[in-house]
């Protein structure tokens, strides 16, 4: 009976012993993950005050930004209307203000717009003048450039130009006839040298294209157009636009003096001149002139030569 009693306690015992340890492994397991969702929890409670608080550093700075805002956009507002209304036409020049040409300075200001309207000299020769590099503002490395390429321009005119000049008889009624003329008619020389020079647009077109191409390679369009647009009025006064205006006749009439001695005329014929046109050919000629080349060409000699 004794014995019953003992097992039957072992077997309880037993029971209960095995009844906690497997209620500790779990209450072991439940307190490690209490402390895993409270660290998580803690984790997150963190990472929301971060975010409230560049929440709240946003809408501050969003703040600013309205204000500067408001702030620039008060002031642009009041810059206009203080602002004068712009002049619809250029205004005319200051010399107070060097914008005319002051007697006490030698220089002014004058907008590039109207450089096409101002009086200057663009070449010597085949050069330009000083006075047109300044005026454009050229450096020396651009205006050794412009030079050379102006030069070229003149040599292909003057190579095309020769190989369609031939010699041909003065045009009727520029050589005497009998009687006295007055000074500068068609018919008061005896004696002529004449060429004939045929129409050379086809001939010269290329060159005055890559002549402008060349410009704005090395001014740029601007200075380039200008320069372009001079250098045609140059070209037309001096150079009969390179060939362009059409056949024409070229040559030196002389004229007898009453003392036995012969002065020299300069004659063209063709679009621009009519039926002729005369010049007196003075010793102070320019020697850049077409009158002077033409002489050199010719082999004929300038008066004081």
Known sequence: MIMKKLLLMAIIAAIAALVWNR???????????????????????????????????????????????????????SAA???????????EPDPARHGGWPQSANFFYLPKENLTNASYKLFDGRQLTDEA??????????????DKIFDDLIDQFRRAEISHMVPVDPPSGW?????????????????????????LTEDISAARSGFFDQLQQALGASRAEMISSAASSYLAENLDELGGTGERIVGFLWEPESDGTHSLWYGAAGSGYGAGSFQRVMPDV????QIAYYARLFGVNLPGQ
Do not use: W
């Open 23 to 77: 209620q500790s492994t779990r209450l072991h397991a439940i307190q490690i993950q209490n402390q895993r969702l409270a660290a998580a929890v803690a984790e997150l409670d963190t990472h929301v005050r971060r975010v409230d608080s560049a929440c709240k550093a946003a809408e501050q700075k969003m703040v600013e930004l309205r204000t500067n805002l408001q702030r620039r956009d008060g002031a642009a507002v």
């Open 175 to 199: 050589l005497v006839t009998g009687g006295s003329q007055p000074p500068g008619s068609a018919s008061q020389f005896d004696s002529a040298l004449t060429y004939s020079i045929a129409d």
């Open 81 to 91: 209307s203080q602002q004068p209304e712009a002049a619809a036409a250029t205004p």
């Open 286 to 289: 320019d020697p850049n002139s």
């Open 133 to 146: 590099a300044c005026l454009f503002g050229m450096s020396p490395a651009e205006r050794e450039a412009t």
